[in-house]
């Protein structure tokens, strides 16, 4: 079940991006996970609330592998293992 319509899918991913970047820049980081960024987004209204150390963004991140859109986020990093996918954001 995809989490957003078709059309504003892409749009919801490049203001997250958007925001991460923003969120990088701020505080000099080279490089961020899901739950470190996650609150930023949540005051930046991206995301209502954050539930289990930045599952919202990793449920979306999911979403956009599963439709094969990964390229809409430059920065993002996906570290794929046998089981489980881990998710870095590094600075574009």
């Known amino acids: 079940m995809a989490l957003l319509p078709e059309s504003d899918f ?4 490049a203001r997250v ?3 991460i970047q923003i969120f990088l820049r701020l505080y000099d980081l ?3 996970k899901p739950q470190e ?3 930023f987004l949540v005051k930046m209204g991206l995301f ?3 539930v289990r150390k930045g599952k919202p963004l990793r449920d979306m991140l999911r979403e956009l592998d599963s439709r094969g859109m990964l390229h809409l986020m430059p920065g993002l990093v996906v570290d794929r293992k046998l089981k ?4 870095r954001f590094t600075m574009v």
């Open 84 to 87: 489980n996918r881990y998710w």
């Open 30 to 32: 080279a490089e961020c």
């Open 48 to 50: 209502s609330s954050d």
């Open 17 to 19: 991006d958007c925001a």
């Open 37 to 39: 960024v996650m609150p």
């Open 10 to 13: 892409p749009a919801r991913v």
